[in-house]
T-cell receptor
Framework: AQRVTQPEKLLSVFKGAPVELKCNYS??????LFWYVQYSRQRLQLLLRHISRESIKGFTADLNKGETSFHLKKPFAQEEDSAMYYC?????????FGAGTRLFVKA | SAVISQKPSRDICQRGTSLTIQCQVDSQVTMMFWYRQQPGQSLTLIATANQGSEATYESGFVIDKFPISRPNLTFSTLTVSNMSPEDSSIYLC???????????FGPGTRLTVT
């Protein structure tokens, strides 16, 4: 069965501190993993995907198949990073989402 | 990318009534989905809207409660039937990129059932 687990509902860090949002998944095949972000009063949007191995807004995420993880990291958090972050897994044609982690970056 | 609009943006409805939510995409897309996001919770996939055939529903969702239409590749509707307060939620339309697998989301329809 497909499952995405984000163990932290809320993560609060100070500006300039490193941040890591955890995501673990369960899937029998080769998944596509994504991170989506929802800023206040905006629609949900793609942040990054594991296939592209890119850095967006300073965020990176590495797929670790051994640990079935896809943690999102940023070395220096900014206040504008405060948002809701969802880890998502696409298996077949549909995508399922984790419960989400609210990141709050304090000044 | 795809630009998605939804109507209505919000509504307050009486229990026992039905509401139809419209989703319009600015380009033709193969895959279109409907999600529900209940207060404080994540997105739950309701169904995949298939063009020209019946929608594919996820476990826990049935056609009688959530009938879906997909008359063409740019438009879909979701009806929430015989509503109860438990149906109060944000309903999201989403489409998938045919190339990269990422999804684009509409602004959502905030439904309150009293």
């Amino acid at each position: 069965a497909q499952r995405v687990t984000q163990p932290e509902k809320l993560l609060s860090v100070f500006k300039g501190a490193p941040v890591e949002l955890k995501c673990n998944y369960s899937y029998s095949g080769s998944p596509e993993l994504f991170w989506y972000v929802q800023y206040s009063r905006q629609r949900l949007q793609l942040l990054l995907r594991h296939i592209s191995r890119e850095s967006i807004k300073g965020f990176t995420a590495d797929l670790n198949k051994g640990e079935t993880s896809f943690h999102l990291k940023k070395p220096f958090a900014q206040e504008e990073d405060s948002a809701m972050y969802y880890c998502a897994l696409r298996g077949g044609f549909k995508t399922i989402f984790g419960a989400g982690t609210r990141l709050f970056v304090k000044a | 990318s795809a630009v998605i609009s939804q109507k209505p943006s919000r509504d307050i409805c009486q229990r026992g009534t039905s509401l139809t939510i419209q989703c319009q995409v600015d380009s033709q897309v193969t895959m279109m989905f409907w999600y529900r996001q209940q207060p404080g919770q994540s997105l739950t996939l309701i169904a995949t809207a298939n063009q020209g055939s019946e929608a594919t529903y996820e476990s826990g969702f049935v056609i009688d409660k959530f009938p879906i239409s997909r008359p063409n590749l740019t438009f879909s509707t979701l009806t929430v039937s015989n509503m109860s307060p438990e149906d109060s939620s944000i309903y999201l339309c989403s489409v998938a990129s045919d190339r990269g697998g990422e999804q684009y989301f509409g602004p959502g329809t905030r439904l309150t059932v009293t």
